[in-house]
């Protein structure tokens, strides 16, 4: 009897309920960032035939929204959209000119990035690519008409998110574009050409959103 209970007690035992595997969620591939930037051009630059001459520019803050598409973990590809305002300024034998004009400048830079995953929340990447500079809403001040020339270049870039969770985090963004335009200016009536060495340096601090 005991071991005919017994048998009929590991027959009605339930069998352990199957449990699916937690399905494997995919992280999306875009990212998006607003920033605040400090663009600051190096001064420097010439007219042709005038010698001494020189040029200065004026830094500006503006804000910026970048779009970064990630291949995998480590590569990415990022797209930096703004526009920015700066004075040109007379110089060496031009500093009696003062400002020369003033110029805007929508600078769409696309850039290959790295980034580091070993460090936690704790981000850190590094990028080069292209930039194509368009100048418009150019105004003529000491000058009498002012033309700087759209052109491209080349763009270094450093920086780190620091992930607060599984979307946001901060980030810090240093780029050096190298950019270097032509331009056309009348002076007194005389036409002119020169080159304007703007490289400028770009800081940016910002929000980063994974999607």
């Not at 620091?162 to 200016?185: A, C, R, S, T």
């Amino acid at each position: 009897m005991a071991a005919s209970a017994g048998m009929a007690a590991d027959v009605a035992a339930p069998a352990p309920a199957y449990k699916a595997p937690a399905p494997v969620v995919e992280r999306s591939p875009w990212q998006i960032r607003v920033r605040a930037l400090l663009v600051m051009p190096e001064d420097g630059g010439s007219v042709d035939g005038v010698s001494g001459s020189d040029l200065s520019y004026s830094n500006a803050v503006v804000p910026e929204l970048d779009i970064t598409y990630f291949f995998t973990d480590n590569w990415a590809a990022e797209l930096i959209l703004g526009v920015t305002p700066h004075d040109i300024n007379g110089s060496g034998s031009l500093s009696g000119l003062g400002k020369i004009g003033e110029v805007w400048l929508l600078p769409p830079t696309l850039t290959l990035q790295y980034h580091f995953t070993d460090f936690g929340a704790f981000k850190p990447y590094v990028g080069a690519g292209v930039n194509y500079t368009i100048f418009f809403d150019q105004k003529a001040d000491s000058a009498d008409s002012l033309d700087v020339k759209d052109s491209w270049g080349f763009a270094l870039q450093a920086g780190f998110d620091y992930m607060i969770d599984e979307h946001w985090g901060f980030n810090v963004d240093v780029k050096k574009l190298f950019l270097q335009p032509d331009f056309d200016v009348t002076v007194a009536g005389n036409a002119l050409t020169g080159k304007a060495d703007l490289d400028p340096w770009i800081v940016g601090l910002g929000v980063t959103y994974r999607f």
